[in-house]
């Protein structure tokens, strides 16, 4: 099991303050990057794969990186695909240009999720205030990607190291989760 993902796509926001900075925990906003909601049959996995610049994972819970790409498995055929803000144009027209011919669906959602990088020594525990998941290291392995539940809103979770997580929302959710999040957090800066 690795120590963590190594991925450059997920990094703070350096124009952000952060939601949150105590001793045990810290919330800051990431860096905007390009999402691609992606869904296709299995004849055309790997050439997908091979377009994006990254092998699209096959396993439930799993996702595949490099320096520059990310490939969430959401379902049987679906994937969310990440990569630099400013790629948005040449990924699409690589994606398009080698599937043309063959059933997909491939769509813009940068604008639609924001991403919130939860990380500390108490990270497990503020996120189990809301997710009705297991963080426990051995339960939810470093790597491991799954859409679940923060209280009421549904988002994308993602540990990338044993103390560190990317949460995924809609933007008009994120208010709610982070809002949340500080609310819980509280419990800890007055311990």
Known sequence: MADQVNTDLYVPDAGETPFLAIDSVSILKAAPVTRLSFRCRDSSVATAGTAFGVTLPQKPLAAETSPTRIAFWLGPDEWMLIAPEADLESVTASMETALEGQPNALVDVSHRQEAILVSGQKANWLLNTGVPLDLDLAAFPIGT?????????????????????????????????????EQSAGELAAA
């Open 145 to 181: 990607v799954t859409r679940t539940l923060f209280h009421k809103s549904p988002i994308m979770l993602w540990r990338t190291g044993e103390d560190t997580y990317v949460v995924e929302a809609w933007v008009s959710f994120m208010d709610y989760v982070s809002g949340l999040l």
